[in-house]
């Protein structure tokens, strides 16, 4: 029944959008208008993706903020913009970053809980974010304080020699983010930004390193050595927080198998407040999407499609009904 009621002083209730409905109603409000987070705070995607540097964690994240309702936050590009904008924390942080090395992690959480405070309503992606078992503490301790834990980890599982070559091609539109690849995803015109039209850069801390991880032991050059810094580091802070959130899934509930005799197409749900766990394998982005893609879709039905997604859905399977259509015509002017 939808009721018309004064908030209570102490209400917890927030109203993140929809600012002209409640300028209309004045001090009353809908019980209606509760926030998808306090319906149903399980069906919130809040997710972690770990990977190696050059996994495509940015690619992978790009694409569900595309196709879903989705924000994205990733911390190397906040520090990157920190860096670009000459702000306190970015002059802390070009020398860092410029290195490989980690941040402190209270610095880190600093930069990630300012924003993540604007945004505990929506469903949202931390790329980058937690990096070592102190800053999942940090995060986990943040976010129970706004009533809002974590919903999915992933692990995208890459192999070493994939990485290498990929980040060897790999150029950067710093103000945006935007990542190119010289094999599989070039620029339009060579070296410069599709959308701006500006310069494209390697990123300081991104090397071509052509090499085996088994002969990083012999003579590097300054830049291999960052590289494969980071990678050590991401071996030794990652391993750690997979254990972590790995006993933190356990101790919530898992996405239940679908059942036996199911539908194939039958979606199962997991309860509110689960925590999962998922590693995700592949050599290339376009072949761990469609796992991604199927992952959040079963396990958060109340994810919905951006408008541009489903234009743009829309325009292919009318086009797939006009080829088809066409092949008909044809099929029947030859018989
Ligand atoms: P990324 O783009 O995620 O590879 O991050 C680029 C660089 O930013 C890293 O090599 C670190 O120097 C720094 N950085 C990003 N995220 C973190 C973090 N969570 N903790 C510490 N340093 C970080």
Sequence with gaps: MNVLRRPQPNSRRCFSSSSASHRTLGPFTL????????RDPGKILRLVIFGKPGAGKGTLSARLVKKYDIVSLST?????QHIAERTQVGLEAEEIVAQGKLLPDEVMLRIVASKLDHIRNKHWILD???RTVGQGELLDAHLKKQGTPLSLVVNLDVPDEVILSRISDRWVHLPSGRVYNLSYNPPKVDGFDDETGEPLTKRPDDNPVRVNLQILSFRLTHEQEIFARRLTQFYASTAPLIAY???AAQMRTRLPPPPRRAHPHQLTFPRAHTLLLETL?????????P?????????FPALKETTTSLETRRRHSLGDAVLAAGMAAVSRSES
């Design 291 to 299: 796992q991604l893609d199927d992952l959040v879709r079963r396990a």
């Design 281 to 289: 394998s592949g050599t290339t982005s376009d072949e761990i999407w």
């Design 76 to 80: 190397g590009d906040l520090l990157r």
């Design 245 to 247: 959130y790995s006993r």
């Design 31 to 38: 019980n209606t208008f509760r926030t998808a987070q306090e």
């Design 128 to 130: 980058g974010f937690p």
